[in-house]
């Protein structure tokens, strides 16, 4: 038998009751604790006193923020099919932001997609959390061993890391800073003059405007990277069909296996055989080049392409840079133009502005970029149609290096991050009469390209800002003031400007869906 005995104990608001049992020396198990000493039971009191202690005092653990909001996902293929085949990706994330809010997380298969519609959550992203939040989300077939530009550029680079600062640096040097943009400016003005000479040859007739402006903006860009002309005004020539094979380069990075993990070793689709092809295709115009320059240098004075060579980048570089400066510069140029035009068809007024501070600050046919800080309404009409029509809608896929938090919501470390842009520059909280082009409402703003303004950024903020941005700001605008102040344009057919398909399409860079056609008509005689 065992004699038994109670006894009672209250810690703070724990009341602790013991049933302890004084063991007769007739229990064999029991039998290795003195009987005469009551050591046991008072450590199996002070045992269960620690643990109870400890219990109350530890701070609970922060709770995890929530995921953001967002549709309900299907199964396997996720929020895949919510989003509509027919419609440009950037507007149906801002038409599903409307439901969800600000910031939407999305399945895109086996990937989070988590995607910021406001200023405040582009701030976050592209500010506050700009370091954990700048790395690169990346298509399969890029990854891949031997894809040719997986981190030599800027743009498919996984991080900021050395390797992406090394090519930061060689633009801000040697192709885009204040010395180097002004070295080129003569080459800049003669091939937009020499635009301007063949629209005058073509008074009269249809013109694919798009089309014309891409062989300027390609000799624009390959007099920088090598001192030659790839092609001519009517895309003969080197580069002939160069940014046809761009187009399908861009298309071919993107496939179904990079929706879902489980096939993301395959290349089933054939995709990676089409990609290296493409990028060889490409690379074909200047290769012979650069492997000349190596051997006995530029001979007509220093070129991006000397500068590169002298930095010790490799020809595989070499080649990545070039193949990114040929796919984000021409593209950017001539969709810009094009919406351009087509915005000032459709709208007289603004038009009629123009020419009239273009007549009073211009003398003769030529615009020069020295002059573009006379042209204040011309910055305006520039800052709208970028408003409007930004080439880079959902600016480019970002990744969470770790996972952080965003406006009180989760993102989880590896998520694809998407800031939709063009959402923002049209949200009439934000915006008076925002679908109209008001050229005016920029006249008196603070509002700038440097991308510190989180209603207005066409060039991206942050680590990932374009590094393009002083160069497109000086050619852009004189390309557009030559067009206007030197030519009428009317539509085939005597056609209603208002009944210009105004449909897009993104492809990277958003484009015209139906391209521009018109007939230029000379407003005076060209001075030779």
């Known amino acids: 038998m065992l004699q038994q005995s109670l006894s009672f104990y209250k810690f703070h608001s724990h009341e602790l009751i013991f049933v302890l049992s ?17 050591v046991f039971f008072p450590l199996v009191f002070l045992s269960l006193l620690f643990i109870l202690l400890l219990t109350h005092l530890r701070t609970p653990t922060r709770k995890q923020p929530p995921l953001p909001p967002g549709p309900t996902p299907w199964p396997v293929v996720g929020n895949l099919f919510q989003l509509s085949r027919k419609t440009p990706l950037h507007i149906s994330l801002a038409t599903l932001a409307e439901v969800h809010g600000p910031l939407m997380l999305l399945k895109m298969g086996s990937h989070r997609l988590i995607v910021g519609s406001s200023p405040a959550a582009a701030r976050e992203i592209l500010n506050t959390h700009d370091r954990i939040l700048s790395g690169r989300y990346m298509p399969q077939v890029i990854q891949t061993k031997g894809s040719k530009i997986h981190n030599h550029q800027l743009v498919f680079n996984d991080e900021c890391d050395h390797r992406w600062r090394r090519v930061k640096s060689a633009y801000k040097s040697e192709l885009f800073s204040a010395r180097a943009l002004e070295s080129q400016v003569g080459i800049r003005e003669r091939k937009i003059w020499e635009l301007v000479k063949h629209l005058g040859l073509m008074d009269g007739r249809v013109v694919k405007i798009k089309e014309v402006v891409t062989f300027t903006a390609i000799n624009i ?15 003969r020539g080197a580069g002939e069909g160069l940014m046809q094979n761009v187009r399908r380069f861009t298309e071919a990075g993107w496939k179904l296996g990079d929706l879902f993990a489980v096939l993301s070793g395959w290349d089933w689709q054939g995709t990676y055989k089409e990609f290296l092809g493409l990028f060889g295709r490409c690379c074909g115009v200047w290769v012979g ?12 004075g ?22 990114e400066l040929i796919g984000a510069g021409i593209e950017s140029t001539s969709a ?25 600050e211009i003398t003769g046919d030529t615009i020069r970029e020295s002059d573009l800080p006379r042209l204040p309404y011309l910055e305006a009409c520039l800052k709208e149609i970028l408003r409007l029509h930004p080439p880079g ?15 009180g919501c989760t993102i989880p470390k590896g998520s694809q991050i998407l800031v939709n842009m063009w959402a923002i520059a049209r949200d009439p909280k934000i915006w008076d009469d925002p679908l109209s082009f008001k050229p005016e409402r920029f ?11 989180y209603e207005y950024f066409p060039f991206g903020s942050g680590r990932r800002f374009c590094p ?24 085939p057919g005597n056609m209603d400007p208002a009944q210009i398909d105004m449909t897009d399409k993104l492809d990277v860079t958003m484009l015209k869906q139906e391209p521009l056609c018109a007939i230029p008509k000379l407003r005076r005689q060209l001075m030779k």
Request: proline share 6%; charged share 25%.
């Open 22 to 38: 004084k063991p007769t020396m007739s229990s064999p198990l029991l039998s290795l604790i003195p009987a005469e000493s009551n």
């Open 221 to 235: 860009i390959s007099r920088a990277m090598l001192s030659r002309d790839f092609v001519d005004l009517e895309g």
């Open 289 to 300: 080049l650069v492997e000349e320059r190596r051997g006995r240098g530029s001979g007509n």
């Open 302 to 323: 220093r070129d991006f392409a000397d500068a590169l060579i002298e930095s010790g980048f490799s020809d595989d570089q070499i080649n990545a840079v070039f193949m």
């Open 336 to 360: 810009t133009t094009e919406w351009a035009l087509t915005e000032f068809m459709r709208n007289p007024e603004p038009m009629q502005k123009l020419r009239e501070e273009l007549s009073k």
């Open 393 to 407: 809608p959902l600016l480019l896929p970002h990744r969470a290096l770790e996972t952080c938090e965003v406006m």
């Open 443 to 453: 006249l008196s703003s603070r509002l700038d390209y440097m991308g510190s303004d």
């Open 468 to 491: 393009g941005q002083p160069l497109a700001s000086r050619v852009v605008p004189v390309i557009i003031a030559s067009l206007i102040h030197n030519f009428d344009w009317v539509l």
